[in-house]
Nanobody, 124 residues
Framework: QVQLVESGGGLVQPGDSLRLSCAASGRTFSTYAWGWFRQAPGKEREFAAAISWGIVTTLYADSVKGRFTISRDDAKNTVYLQMNNLKPEDTAVYYC?????????????????WGQGTQVTVSS
């Protein structure tokens, strides 16, 4: 049974940093892509970042490019999202997702497994 567990969320001030982690279990994920999505109050869930497998490439939403960094540690079955220079508009529940995909990494419907989400609140 595949299980994804996010951690690292919290309440921070604008300009602060957070690192989210998503630990996976139930199988090996070295041939799975990973994505981070987020859902702000009253809004639809949106893509934030993704990382492929094999020849690793990364994708970012324009809103987070240059501030967020996604990385993976296949030995630990864990994916990370380093978030720097956080802004109030980054406030959302952040979800990790994974699937054996190579294309359309920005499309949430391509992912097979999802975590329960972790809250990130950026407020002064």
């Amino acid at each position: 049974q595949v299980q994804l567990v996010e951690s690292g969320g919290g309440l921070v001030q604008p300009g602060d940093s957070l690192r989210l982690s998503c630990a996976a279990s139930g199988r090996t994920f070295s041939t799975y892509a990973w994505g981070w999505f987020r859902q702000a109050p009253g809004k639809e869930r949106e893509f934030a970042a993704a990382i492929s497998w094999g020849i690793v490439t990364t994708l970012y939403a324009d809103s987070v490019k240059g501030r967020f960094t996604i990385s993976r540690d296949d030995a630990k079955n864990t994916v990370y999202l380093q978030m720097n220079n956080l802004k109030p508009e980054d406030t959302a529940v952040y979800y990790c997702a994974t699937g054996p995909i190579r294309r359309r990494l920005m499309n949430e419907r391509e992912y097979d497994y999802w975590g329960q989400g972790t809250q990130v609140t950026v407020s002064s």
